[in-house]
């Protein structure tokens, strides 16, 4: 199946869309390293998110599988395919087995105004309909912000000539 494809035959007929933008004062291609590093996603998730397995080379095909202490209380396994990767570019994971009915997340990095745009699109259902959307995206939201504050100190430490 090509790029979507497979998204498309797992996407039920309705879905949420969370997209959050952020700006960084460096240029895509750390962007985009620290995005696909393991290093990086791991700094970037909640407390108690842990990788069973990476992929290397991090591209289309490669799998992500992940294991998460949901609240410290209950551990959820996510396991998400890459399905679409451009280098320096773009990347999609698409859940294959986790905690969403469906799950897709686009990471977009184009260059901005002298550094990078950096732009996260979730495609989403619950599977518990609108109110259980609205939930998980209010819960998103609220992960995004501590996430979004470390990749630009993550930036920030790894900035050429930073003490």
Partial sequence: MGD??????????????????EDFAAPPERVFALITSREGFLNAMPPGVEVLAWPE?????????????AAG??????L??????????????LQVRGPF??????????PHEGGTRHTDTVEFS???GPAGDLAAATALRGVFGPRLRRMH?????????SA
């Fill in 73 to 78: 209380v209950y551990p959820v396994r996510w």
């Fill in 153 to 161: 100190s993550d930036l920030e430490r790894a900035r050429p000539g």
């Fill in 4 to 21: 979507g494809e497979r998204a498309a035959a797992r996407r039920p007929r309705r879905t949420t869309t969370l997209r959050v933008v």
């Fill in 57 to 69: 080379p991090f591209g289309r095909g490669g799998v992500l599988d992940l294991r998460w202490g």
């Fill in 101 to 110: 009915r469906f799950w897709r997340h686009t990471h977009t990095v184009e």
């Fill in 80 to 93: 998400a395919e890459i399905d679409a990767f451009e280098d320096g570019r773009v990347f999609s994971d």
């Fill in 126 to 128: 619950t599977g518990f």
